[in-house]
């Protein structure tokens, strides 16, 4: 599959491999993976357990070193970003430390960065309002729900400058209910903010409600076997999930799954 478009792009990659050393044998996590994300795009990634969405994010993220392919991010190579803390990162369990309060823990990539004390406080406040959590700043995570841990999470990813979020699995814990609420707040934080997203998700609803572009992926290779882009409006109220266009794409997606689980 090609990387379209590329000029500008956020995420390039092309024909990335990846193939992990153990003690078992070879695992090819990753098979000739090519994809790229504009930017203020929101791009899902769905597919089977261990095709591959957590290490291709963690590529992204400079965190693993692709055995084949080439990866650009922001125009740098992946660790560059890394170093230029060109994104912000939130994880499936929400990772604040549990000794600092919400305020501290969005404050530390802040302080690591060595903003100053006037701009620390600034950012922090502003992030905390921005995901609805305004008063909430000294209070420490276990004094938070779990829906409100993932919102500090995320608020400590936009502490700082970084356009390009990447987001693994956040909601996954959380009940139905509750995620139902943090999708429509992300989305319209997505819109507030104009950030790039790249989420990883299991959930068919979640990954067609809150994508501009879904990237169904199939296991051993992890693969890529469908790029659906959405034509669902950018306002999105939860009930379009009743809505044919939805219906059409989510039914796309499960196609995709299903073809990519029998051909593995
Ligand atoms: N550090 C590692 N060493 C060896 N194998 C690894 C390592 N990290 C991931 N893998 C393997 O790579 C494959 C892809 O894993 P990955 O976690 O990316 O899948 P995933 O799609 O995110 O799965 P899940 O939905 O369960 O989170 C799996 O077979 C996994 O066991």
Redesign the pocket.
């Known amino acids: 599959m090609s990387a379209p478009g590329t000029e500008g792009a956020v995420v390039t990659a092309r024909n990335l491999d990846l193939t ?1 050393q ?1 003690s078992d044998g070879p ?1 090819h ?1 990753l098979k000739d993976v090519s994809l790229s994300v504009e930017p203020g795009e929101f791009v899902s990634f769905i ?10 994010l963690r590529c992204v993220a400079g965190l693993e070193e692709p055995t084949g392919g080439t990866l650009e991010v922001n125009g740098m190579s992946a660790d560059e970003a890394r170093r230029a803390r060109a994104y912000g990162y939130v994880f499936q369990a929400a990772g604040l430390y549990p000794w600092r309060t919400i305020g501290g823990n969005i404050r530390l990539p802040l302080e690591i960065m060595g903003y100053s004390e006037e701009e620390k406080a600034r950012r922090v406040r502003q992030t905390l309002e921005l995901v609805d959590l305004g008063g909430f700043e000294k209070k420490f995570p276990w004094q938070l729900s779990g829906g409100m841990q993932q919102r500090a999470s995320i608020a400590r990813a936009l502490s700082f400058d970084a356009d390009l979020l990447l987001m693994d ?1 956040p909601f996954g814990a959380l009940d139905e209910i509750v995620r139902d609420r943090l999708n429509e707040e992300l989305l319209s934080l997505w819109d507030r903010t104009g950030k790039t997203m790249l989420f ?1 998700t ?1 959930s068919i609803p979640e990954a067609v409600y809150l994508s501009t572009k879904i990237v169904v ?1 199939s296991p051993r290779p ?1 693969r890529i076997s469908d790029v659906i882009d959405s034509p669902l409006p950018k306002e999105r109220p939860l009930d379009i999930r009743d809505s044919r266009e939805f219906i059409e794409i989510a039914h796309r997606v499960r196609e995709g799954l299903r073809a990519g689980m029998e051909a593995a």
């Not at 597919?47 to 291709?56: D, L, M, V, Y």
């Open positions: 992990f153990t695992v996590a597919g089977p357990s261990g095709c591959g969405k957590t290490t291709f699995e990883v299991h992926m992890g």
